[in-house]
């Protein structure tokens, strides 16, 4: 087998099956009055979409009220393959539909 044959089998099961892989990232926490946040900034920047997932390594992190926390992590990139990219589309289309239903009431009759 070649070798460039065996680089296009490669790129094929990057197309059919989705490609993961590790990078290094930034995590910054926030819990104070202004705002309740976790922000992931990835290193490598890469070009996310959707069906796209991204985890982050480590323990859990508790930051206490009024508090700001920065850290330096691992993150597992996990690209989607073309048919998870578009399962994930169309299934975002129906999820904001479901904002609609929400109510604010208390289920009495106006």
Do not use: Q
């Amino acid at each position: 087998m070649s070798r460039n044959a065996g680089v296009t089998r490669m790129n094929l099961s990057k197309a059919l099956f989705g490609h993961s892989y590790v990078t290094a990232c930034t995590v910054d926490i926030a819990n104070t009055f202004e705002s309740l946040r976790a922000d992931v900034l990835l290193d490598d920047n890469p070009d996310l979409r959707p069906g796209d997932k991204v985890r982050v390594h480590g323990d859990p992190v508790t930051v206490p009220y009024g508090e700001k926390l920065t850290l330096r992590r691992d993150a597992t990139v996990r690209l989607a393959n073309p048919v998870k990219r578009a399962w994930a589309r169309c299934r975002s289309e129906f999820e904001c539909f479901e904002l609609f239903e929400v109510s604010f009431s208390n289920g009495r009759k106006l």
